[in-house]
């Protein structure tokens, strides 16, 4: 890493995966003064992101990777995540010995894991990064994100992280930040169907859904959700960031992941159904508040 005028540290940084929330994300880094090189699978997003933001484009995975202090992802689930970590034209095989792979996609605890130990075997290090907050905090670079690795390899990525973190914490070990996560996504299965059950009723009832909200958000029933989704639920508007597939594949690790360590998610198996409704009536892509589809 190297000073900037303003004395901050300033590092070359892969960012792999110009999603909804990659876009934004490596357009922080390249805004706070990082040298930054994407990659995407689909070529032309990555030349989108270069017209807008400072930086290069690479090829693959493995040449964004060479030569970069740092390789951020953020990509689709775990074999999409293992295909450009460890696949042949994959990250680590372009990284140089000593950087760190931040892996800010949603996965399951094991393949961070594996990940971790293969990263290990080169000299390499790996944290698991995984983000909240939706597009919007990917926009405003106001994620909250939750880690996990050794406090030597936090300690490196966290300012690179600062540039689109609200707050970032060191959970524990590897696979941590993973499981912190999961029961972010569990909190929110219930939460999204406790809304979603109350904004219909309140339709079917009569009564003006944004006047109530004004109201029982500020009381004990306020939420995030219900701040920033209430209006569009309303509206039945549900193309606000976080896709109902993915929140599928999330849900899958949280109910895997109970099986495994003996917990009980019996709301959240049930909410897991209930957005499987939601994807065979075609909502795969609309987000997560569109559970209330199934109540109207
Ligand atoms: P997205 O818009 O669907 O973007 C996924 C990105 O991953 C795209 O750049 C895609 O490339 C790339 N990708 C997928 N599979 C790949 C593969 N096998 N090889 C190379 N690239 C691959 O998804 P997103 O909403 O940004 O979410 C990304 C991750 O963050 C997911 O794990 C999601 O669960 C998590 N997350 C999302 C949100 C949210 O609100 N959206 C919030 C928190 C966490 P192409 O452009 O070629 O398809």
Redesign the pocket.
């Known amino acids: 890493m190297k000073g900037n005028k303003q004395g901050a540290q300033m590092a070359k940084v892969a960012f792999l ?6 876009f934004p994300m490596a357009g922080h880094l390249a805004a706070k003064g990082h040298e930054v090189t994407v990659y ?3 070529a032309a ?1 990555a030349e989108a992101w270069v017209a807008r933001h400072k930086g290069r484009a690479a090829a693959t995975p493995r040449d964004a990777a060479t030569g970069a202090e740092f390789v951020m992802a ?4 775990d074999d ?1 995540l293992a ?2 970590a460890s696949g042949p034209d994959g990250a680590f095989s372009g990284m140089a010995k000593g950087a760190v792979f931040v892996d ?3 996965v399951s605890a094991q393949i961070t894991r594996k990940l971790a130990t293969e990263a290990a075997a080169l000299d390499l290090h790996f944290v698991d990064a ?3 907050g ?2 919007a905090g990917a926009e405003n670079g106001q994620l909250s994100i939750m880690c996990g690795g050794t406090p030597e390899d936090y300690a490196r990525a966290e300012p690179v992280m600062a540039a689109y973190a609200r707050i970032c914490r060191l959970i524990g070990d590897s696979g941590a930040g993973q499981l912190a996560k999961m029961m972010n996504q569990i909190c929110i299965a219930g939460l999204m169907q406790g809304l979603s059950e109350a904004l219909a009723f309140g339709q079917k009832a009569g009564l003006d859904g944004e006047k109530v909200v004004e109201v029982i958000s500020q009381g004990a029933a306020g939420s995030w959700q219900m701040v920033n989704r209430h209006k569009t639920m309303l509206q039945d508007k549900f193309d606000y ?3 109902v597939d ?1 929140m599928r ?2 849900l899958g690790i949280c109910l895997d992941t109970a099986d495994e360590i003996g917990a009980r998610l019996p709301v959240t198996a049930l909410v897991d159904q209930f957005y499987k409704d939601v994807q065979l009536m075609g909502g795969g892509r609309g987000d997560t508040s569109s559970l209330i589809r199934r109540l109207k």
């Open positions: 995966g110009l999603g909804v929330m990659g995407n699978r689909t997003k953020c990509v689709g689930n999409d295909q450009v800010h996609t949603t995984p983000v909240s939706g597009q960031g976080f896709a993915w594949k999330d």
